[in-house]
């Protein structure tokens, strides 16, 4: 199961562009929390903090603590805007949630056993569709990742939604078009060989 985040923050008085370039002057970043039908609240966070936990790989799938005023919010990063060149974090949204709300994620794959796929073992390439499935799943039991078995795969072979095990309590969202999470494709030096040894078949015949 994915870790619990926690994010220290102070409540925004100041509205406006000024007062938020004001605060990234200061190293930090504005940000909102909103939903529950509650009021937004208007907070900011620091910086470097902010990025070490965008840093963790996971921070879109994790339930966030935010201490703010006292008071600790259960919430899902829902946005996150960088500024173009230097990339640092402009604003940040997170939207509440209760416990055991059912929520919407993006959770990282990982392929595994890729020994065990004879069309990868004969120099095969993996051509990942997917790197992220959105699921639906309480947001008390987010898992870390979703596990890709390529036991058995020879070279053409495609892996489709339907055929992967997702985590207990998980479901995939458009799972009804059985999109493609990866296929294993010829490497381009065996797909010209074959290409020059059927072109030498058919001026043979």
Do not use: W
């Amino acid at each position: 199961m994915s870790e619990q985040l926690t994010l220290s923050a102070e409540a925004r008085d100041r509205a406006g562009k000024g007062a938020s370039r004001a605060l990234r002057r200061e190293g930090r970043v504005p940000a909102v929390i909103y939903g529950m039908n509650e009021e937004p609240l208007s907070i900011h966070v620091e910086e470097k903090l902010l990025n070490k936990q965008l840093g963790t790989g996971h921070f879109f799938n994790s339930v966030i603590m935010v201490e703010v005023g006292g008071k600790t919010v259960r919430t899902l990063a829902k946005d996150v805007a960088f500024h173009p060149v230097s990339d640092r974090p402009l604003h940040a949204d997170f939207l509440r949630v209760s416990e055991h709300a059912t929520v919407h994620v993006h959770v990282p794959v990982r392929f595994a056993n890729e020994d065990a796929s004879p069309g990868l073992k004969k120099g095969g390439v993996l051509n990942i569709v997917a790197h992220d499935i959105e699921l639906e799943v309480d947001a008390a039991e987010i898992p870390d990742e979703v596990v890709v078995d390529l036991t058995g795969l020879e070279v053409g072979d495609s892996i489709h939604i339907s055929a992967v095990t997702l985590p207990k309590g998980s479901k995939a969202l458009h799972a009804d078009t059985d999109f493609s999470i990866a296929t294993v494709v010829a490497p381009s030096a065996l797909k010209s060989a074959e290409g020059e040894a059927d072109a030498e078949a058919a001026e043979g015949e």
